[in-house]
């Protein structure tokens, strides 16, 4: 990806967003569920956490797959 947005890391609020980020930063493209399972988030915050960082544009659907991946990179 040509422009990626740059996120620091200590400005993210949500602790269960800055999970999702630092996982999939360190794992790259995962499935929602593993994320989840992984780090141990209730799949309700999760959720919640996954649409707040797609709709933020940092985190996208690899093609049209339960893959999701990260799109910024981590300062």
Excluded: W
């Excluded at 890391?9 to 269960?16: A, E, G, R, S, T």
């Excluded at 999970?19 to 999939?24: D, V």
């Amino acid at each position: 990806m040509a422009n990626k947005k740059t996120i620091e890391l200590q400005n993210v609020k949500n602790p269960f967003e800055k999970k999702i980020i630092t996982f999939l930063d360190k794992n790259g493209k995962c499935i929602y569920g593993e994320i989840f399972r992984e780090l141990k988030i209730p799949t309700a915050k999760g959720q919640e956490a996954m649409y707040s960082l797609i709709s933020k544009g940092l985190v996208q659907h690899v093609d049209k797959t339960s893959f999701v991946e990260l799109t910024a990179n981590i300062k």
